[in-house]
């Protein structure tokens, strides 16, 4: 079965996607009270960089990575941080942060005049680099997991780290943003207003 014509995906009460993976992250904390969820934000990663499979992402959310493993390692010493959900290149997704918790995903960051994103998004992270694109299953699942956030959430902006952290950041590079906005049905107001680029 496709993921377009897959069962949609639930949130819990909890803010725990059922029926997917869970692996827990130790790095997060509570949202503000009465800040409501209003941004998601697209991220990629690959441990080591460029380097797909073999678990150390999951590890580095999960504070459990060997950082003697590989010299960029030494690099992330002390590094505390997660998403809510991890999509493979297969296009498997990892759930590490309840959706009601606040990850720690977007470091110091701003959207339209508001600071700490963390306070108020969603953060995934997908399997790859700024110029590698991404899969076509990895927007296929991400499209089906973001129509279940738009779902439970009031969601109103899609946005990637490098438009909330534009001095620090690039990820998710080469994304097709109009692509995601179309599989998950998403209103076109949702996409970043500067250019993108798309994979």
């Given at each position: 079965?496709?993921?377009?014509?897959?069962?949609?995906?639930?949130?819990?009460?909890?803010?725990?996607?059922?029926?997917?993976?869970?692996?827990?992250?130790?790095?997060?904390?509570?949202?503000?009270?009465?800040?409501?969820?209003?941004?998601?934000?697209?991220?990629?990663?690959?441990?080591?960089?460029?380097?797909?499979?073999?678990?150390?992402?999951?590890?580095?959310?999960?504070?459990?990575?060997?950082?003697?493993?590989?010299?960029?390692?030494?690099?992330?010493?002390?590094?505390?941080?997660?998403?809510?959900?991890?999509?493979?290149?297969?296009?498997?997704?990892?759930?590490?942060?309840?959706?009601?918790?606040?990850?720690?995903?977007?470091?110091?960051?701003?959207?339209?005049?508001?600071?700490?994103?963390?306070?108020?998004?969603i953060g995934?992270?997908?399997?790859?680099?700024?110029?590698?694109g991404f899969?076509?299953?990895?927007?296929?699942?991400?499209?089906?997991?973001?129509?279940?956030?738009?779902?439970?959430?009031?969601?109103?902006?899609?946005r990637g780290?490098?438009?909330?952290?534009?001095?620090?950041?690039?990820?998710?590079?080469?994304?097709?943003?109009?692509?995601?906005?179309?599989?998950?049905?998403?209103?076109?107001?949702?996409?970043?207003?500067?250019?993108?680029?798309?994979?």
């Open positions: 079965m496709s993921a377009r014509r897959a069962a949609p995906l639930k949130i819990d009460a909890g803010g725990w996607v059922t029926g997917i993976e869970r692996r827990p992250s130790p790095h997060f904390d509570a949202r503000p009270a009465g800040v409501a969820i209003e941004l998601l934000v697209i991220h990629n990663i690959s441990l080591p960089p460029g380097r797909f499979g073999g678990g150390d992402v999951l590890r580095l959310f999960a504070g459990s990575l060997d950082c003697s493993a590989h010299s960029f390692y030494a690099s992330l010493i002390d590094l505390r941080v997660s998403a809510h959900f991890f999509i493979d290149r297969a296009g498997r997704i990892v759930q590490l942060v309840s959706c009601a918790d606040r990850a720690w995903h977007a470091g110091v960051s701003a959207f339209e005049g508001r600071d700490d994103c963390n306070d108020f998004s995934i992270e997908l399997e790859g680099t700024d110029t590698s899969t076509a299953t990895q927007y296929a699942m991400l499209a089906r997991l973001t129509r279940a956030l738009a779902g439970a959430y009031p969601l109103g902006a899609l780290h490098c438009h909330i952290a534009p001095e620090r950041k690039t990820d998710p590079g080469r994304f097709n943003w109009r692509r995601l906005r179309r599989d998950a049905g998403l209103p076109a107001a949702w996409l970043p207003r500067a250019p993108v680029p798309v994979a």
